[in-house]
């Protein structure tokens, strides 16, 4: 299964949401994640050689694909992919992920984006709500009904905005694996965020 992430704005959680969905995925089979961003992001995030699964960049995707033992790849893309981009994108993934946050600008951002997608006759994507204020802010769940009001495809568990994802990033880790209050609530969404992929 070939799961895509990508964003037409930057600050979304991209980078976190494909890491940690790789990390639940591996324990269903092997997992390969693909660092498409200039930024190397999701590179850093394994220097410190904590995270079970393999992360290479796009020039190695076609040595390590090859070899077929792959059960799921994770792909962490740039930000503002092109139309040409963004097709090739969708038509080479099982799933793309469009994460944005509640804020007017990241919604404007991923509506763009879903138009983009709509023109490319791409049907196999779905939002998610990440970095959402934490309770009792009801941000996340209004974005949630409203995004469903328009018929549009949308996990229904949402990334809480906590600590823990930060402290996992720096230390290069899991969030389960950070101590923090917060750590395996945050994991446990990522779990249910899997489950709703693989259930679909």
């Not at 979304?12 to 089979?29: D, E, F, N, R, S």
């Not at 802010?137 to 995004?147: C, R, V, Y």
């Not at 917060?182 to 965020?193: G, L, P, R, T, Y």
Request: charged share 30%.
């Amino acid at each position: 299964m070939i799961i895509t992430v990508t964003s037409f704005k930057g600050g979304v959680g991209k980078t976190t949401i494909a890491v940690h969905l790789a990390g639940v995925l591996q324990k269903k089979g092997k997992t390969l994640l693909i660092d498409g961003d200039p930024n190397r992001s999701s590179l850093e995030w394994s220097k410190e050689g904590k995270l079970p699964f393999i992360v290479i960049d796009e020039k190695q995707a076609p040595k390590y694909i090859r070899d077929g033992s792959f059960k799921f790849i994770l792909i962490d893309t740039q930000v503002r992919p092109d139309e040409g981009d963004l097709k090739d994108l969708a038509d080479g993934c099982d799933l793309l992920i469009v994460p944005t946050t509640t804020d007017s600008l990241s919604l404007k951002a991923t509506l763009k984006m879903l138009s983009a997608l709509k023109t490319l006759k791409a049907e196999n994507y779905k939002i998610l709500l990440s970095a959402i204020p934490p309770p009792p802010s009801k941000e996340g769940q209004e974005a949630l009904s409203e995004i469903k009001a328009n018929n549009l495809p949308i996990f229904e568990t949402m990334i809480t905005r906590y600590t823990a994802f930060k402290k996992s990033a720096m230390q290069g880790n899991l969030v389960k694996d950070v101590k923090d209050d917060h750590a395996q609530d945050s994991w446990k969404a990522i779990e249910n965020i899997c489950k709703e992929i693989l259930n679909k």
